[in-house]
């Protein structure tokens, strides 16, 4: 059987890969340029059973994909920036609660309401920092429709795999542009299912106690078991804690179960690696210039190769470094005023040897922006 192919928006692609990974319940608020995702699920996830609620804010968005997820459903929200900020204290909630969500930030021009129309990547270290207290986050995103839908199936598999939120990270060009999607057929992409615990009703159950391979089975809230679910720190029954060693305990196996597993979440693609002498590191819309760029100079006989990050956060530090390695110096292209360039300068051997290309005006950054700055690079002699 051949795959189905479509012409959509990337955020209806992304809408093709929440429902391909079995979403069956999903509440949000419309905001700009995110809105197309809850409008086409507010027709389609019913016509699969599932339920789609609009709620009166994004904070009662958050609220209500914990909820439904404590019983059982795989859960999405959407939203832009000033949505996105306002679900940072229920974020933190789920991730403390261990509370498996995605949350779909189609991002725009800030800070506040700034140019809602326009593209932007500037939520990149709100995504990781956004809420308080020591923990990690993880977020996706994906340069075109295909990588889309993926990256949308991934964030599921890893949300229930680790128990975690994750963050859908796009941006306002990759979530209005069209083109061509094929979809998989059923089986095609692995998907990971709710793992639930084997305690049997009347037994003791741990809500908060990891197995040996790290994963936490789930009781569907409101079935046979009765546990305590809080924002607070816990013990392994989900009952408040401030004894210390439980604290800390908590807080390193909140944290450990995303960095030391960041092997395993590290998406990427590579383009002419091997023996770039000038790497550019890239991520969602902005990726697509710098593909170009690399085409292009190639074609000259210049040896310029192109990594783009499909996992941001946690941060493919090794994989970053690695490629970098032999490279004579390496430029960042985003669309911020360097969060990602931040994060690639603590990565590196040498990270005066690291530049920023960049916008952070709504336009979308184009080739001949990355050129110019690669000529003064190079007319510096670095």
């Known amino acids: 059987m051949s795959r189905a192919v479509k012409f959509v928006q990337g955020n209806e692609a992304c809408v093709e890969g929440a429902l391909y990974a079995q979403l069956d319940f999903f509440a949000g608020y419309p905001i700009t340029p995110s809105t197309e995702v809850a409008e086409h699920l507010a027709k389609r996830l019913p016509q699969k059973g599932g339920k789609f609620i609009q709620m009166e804010d994004e904070i ?66 709100q995504a990781r920092w956004g809420t308080h207290g020591d923990h990690s986050i993880v977020a996706l995103t994906a340069s075109n429709h295909q990588d ?80 305590n679910v809080t924002g607070l720190a816990h013990d392994m029954w989900g009952f408040p804690s401030d004894n210390p060693g439980v604290v800390h305990g908590l807080l390193r196996h909140l944290v450990d179960k995303i960095e030391n597993n960041v092997n395993q979440m590290a998406h990427y693609k590579e383009f002419y690696t091997e ?12 990726a697509r210039s710098a593909l170009h760029v690399v085409e292009h100079l190639r074609g000259k006989g210049e040896r310029v190769g192109l990594l783009e990050l499909q996992t941001l956060w946690p941060f493919p530090k090794s994989v970053v470094r690695e490629r970098c390695s032999q490279a004579k110096y ?45 000529r003064v690079i190079q007319g510096r002699g670095v």
Do not use: W
């Open 275 to 286: 023996d770039a002498e000038t790497m550019l590191i890239s991520y969602g819309s902005a």
């Open 148 to 227: 889309v839908f993926t990256m949308t199936v991934e964030a599921f598999n890893i949300a229930e795999t680790y128990r975690t939120p994750v963050v859908l990270l796009f941006d306002e060009v990759v979530g209005h542009m069209r083109e061509r999607l094929e979809i998989p057929e059923p089986g095609e992409l692995h998907l990971v299912e709710r793992l639930r615990t084997a305690v049997k009703q009347g037994v003791d159950y741990h809500p908060y106690l990891p197995r040996e391979d790290g994963r936490l089975p789930m009781s569907d809230f409101g079935d046979v078991h009765r546990y």
């Open 330 to 374: 390496t430029v960042v292209v985003e669309m911020n005023m360097g969060q990602i360039c931040q994060a690639v300068q603590s990565a590196v051997d040498l990270p005066e040897t690291v530049f920023l290309a960049n916008r952070i005006d709504g336009a979308f950054i184009t080739p001949t922006d990355i050129r110019k700055l690669l």
């Open 60 to 125: 009662a968005s958050m609220c209500a994909i914990i909820g439904a997820s404590l019983t059982g459903h795989k859960v999405m929200t959407a939203t832009s920036g000033p949505g996105f900020s306002l679900m940072q204290e229920a974020l933190g909630y789920a991730i403390m609660a261990e509370i498996p969500a995605v949350i779909v930030n189609v991002q725009r021009g800030g800070p506040s309401t700034g140019i809602p129309t326009h593209v932007s990547q500037g939520d990149v270290n």
